[in-house]
């Protein structure tokens, strides 16, 4: 019997998932968020990006940056990502709810998958 293996994030099932394929692929990330992921809104404050996840429970966007992920990995600069080279992002999955990992609290998830 093949083993299985299960393949599901620690933080369950994304609320969002666009795979960057379907879409005409942009030249820098921030074109990315700001154009295809409606559930992220993308703030520039003095010099440092950062990232507002639309809270589909209240309707408003939360105030602090969310968890943000690449294949797994925790990523506290934003502005490490707006460099990255979209074509190098296979998807990207976004969790629209509040989450609680320990002591610390995350206003949402943006993951982003690699090739």
Do not use: C, Q, W
């Amino acid at each position: 019997m093949p083993k299985t293996f299960d393949t599901t994030a620690f933080f369950g099932y994304p609320s969002k998932t666009y795979y960057l394929d379907d879409y005409t692929r942009f030249h820098s990330m921030e074109e990315v968020m700001r154009e295809y992921v409606k559930e992220v809104r993308v703030r520039n404050r003095e010099n440092r990006f950062h990232y507002e996840v639309y809270d589909e429970l209240t309707k408003l966007y939360f105030n602090d940056d969310p968890l943000v992920l690449i294949d797994g990995v925790p990523v506290f600069n934003i502005n490490k990502i707006i460099e990255a080279d979209p074509l190098k992002i296979k998807k990207i999955d976004i969790t629209t709810t509040r989450l609680f990992l320990g002591a610390r609290e995350y206003d949402g998830i943006v993951s982003y998958s690699t090739y």
